[in-house]
């Protein structure tokens, strides 16, 4: 196995550093940045090295570097700006995200892909035509971060451990993001049981919001979003058949077709294994179906 991470930015370099302390395997770092992928690369060995972790990263400009990689992360594109929405992202991302998909089908033509640049969805949605891969080995990364941050929330109020906590997150990594209150629990009691209608609709807004909150604050999200690709990569290298929720293209789930958008996944070595159905109430699908219709005019919009 080998990582290629194409976008040694601020999300990549952290991406690289925390595969290499979970000891997944050797990290390929590649930028178009003469320079910046060498040097992230130089800087996270010597952590591991003092860390005692044995994988090697290294930092490349040239896309042939990747030949015969497992799995590559895509996360390179411009990231939002205070008061910007993903979607503002499109144009410029999507030119870059249809660039690299093509050189992924060139030189790792068995990987499994996960996309992380925004728009999220349309780009997962983008890499998936580009490439023609078959679905499975095509995922997009927004569920797993958003949970991290609805998690969080659960956390201030309850006061729990954050260990006890099961959060989940669907829909379109965006506007119309979906924290599932009434499938999150806390030691299996379900959420709904332990916190009012007024918090919970209080978590639910943070949850879409906290994002743009710690962009304007620092910039960037980088430490939630790390962490959770690595998630998403340990799970298809221990085959450890995760439930997690990721982008993935809809062939009649959740009542929806060929789009690409956040559901419920069992990941694995074969990638997205088996996409889970909820049973979502009226409120939950009319939420998940805005997401659905805001995605088919962007997917129109896409250099396909
Ligand atoms: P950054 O600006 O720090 O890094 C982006 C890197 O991509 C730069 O080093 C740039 O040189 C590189 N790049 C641009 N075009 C390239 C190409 N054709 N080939 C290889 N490298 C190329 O940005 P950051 O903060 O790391 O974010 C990257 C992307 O990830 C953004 O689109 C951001 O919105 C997205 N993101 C998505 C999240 C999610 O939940 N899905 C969470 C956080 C960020």
């Known amino acids: 196995m080998t990582i290629t991470i194409i976008?040694?930015?601020?999300?990549?370099?952290?991406?690289?550093?925390?595969?290499?302390?979970?000891?997944?395997?050797?990290?390929?770092?590649?930028?178009?940045?003469?320079?910046?992928?060498?040097?992230e690369a130089?800087?996270?060995?010597?952590?591991?090295?003092?860390?005692?972790?044995?994988?090697i990263i290294r930092g490349?400009?040239?896309?042939?570097?990747?030949?015969?990689?497992?799995?590559?992360?895509?996360?390179?594109?411009?990231?939002?700006?205070?008061?910007?929405?993903?979607?503002?992202?499109?144009?410029t991302n999507a030119d870059?995200?249809?660039?690299?998909?093509?050189?992924?089908?060139?030189?790792?033509?068995?990987?499994?892909?996960?996309?992380?640049?925004?728009?999220?969805?349309?780009?997962?949605?983008?890499?998936?035509?580009?490439?023609?891969?078959?679905?499975?080995?095509?995922?997009?990364m927004g569920g797993m971060l958003d949970l991290s941050r609805f998690k969080n929330f659960i956390?201030?109020?309850?006061?729990?451990?954050?260990?006890?906590?099961?959060?989940?997150?669907?829909?379109?990594?965006?506007?119309n993001m979906l924290p599932l209150i009434r499938f999150s629990s806390i030691g299996g009691i379900p959420l709904t049981q332990v916190i009012s209608k007024e918090q919970a609709q209080d978590i639910f807004d943070h949850t879409k919001k906290v994002a743009a909150e710690v962009i304007a604050l620092k910039g960037a999200t980088i430490f939630a979003p790390g962490n959770a690709i690595t998630t998403m990569v340990e799970a298809i290298i221990k085959n450890k058949r995760s439930v997690i929720p990721v982008s993935t293209l809809l062939e009649g789930e959740y009542g929806a077709s060929n789009v690409c958008i956040g559901v419920p996944t069992i990941i694995g070595s074969n990638g997205v294994e088996k996409i889970?159905?909820?049973?979502?109430?009226?409120?939950?699908?009319?939420?998940?179906?805005?997401?659905?219709a805001s995605l088919r005019d962007v997917i129109n919009a896409l250099p396909i």
């Open 276 to 292: 889970i159905e909820l049973e979502l109430d009226t409120i939950e699908q009319n939420i998940f179906n805005q997401g659905i």
């Open 96 to 140: 870059i995200v249809k660039n690299v998909a093509l050189k992924i089908a060139t030189y790792a033509k068995e990987s499994k892909i996960i996309i992380v640049t925004n728009p999220l969805d349309p780009m997962t949605y983008l890499a998936l035509k580009i490439t023609g891969f078959s679905k499975n080995n095509v995922m997009g």
């Open 7 to 39: 976008g040694a930015g601020k999300v990549g370099a952290y991406a690289a550093l925390n595969c290499g302390l979970r000891e997944l395997d050797d990290v390929l770092l590649l930028d178009i940045v003469e320079g910046l992928p060498q040097g």
């Open 42 to 55: 130089m800087d996270i060995n010597h952590q591991l090295a003092e860390r005692g972790s044995d994988c």
């Open 60 to 91: 490349s400009t040239n896309y042939e570097d990747m030949k015969g990689s497992d799995i590559v992360i895509v996360v390179a594109g411009m990231g939002r700006k205070p008061g910007m929405t993903r979607m503002d992202l499109l144009k």
């Open 155 to 175: 956390q201030d109020i309850t006061k729990v451990s954050r260990q006890s906590i099961q959060a989940l997150v669907i829909g379109e990594h965006g506007e």
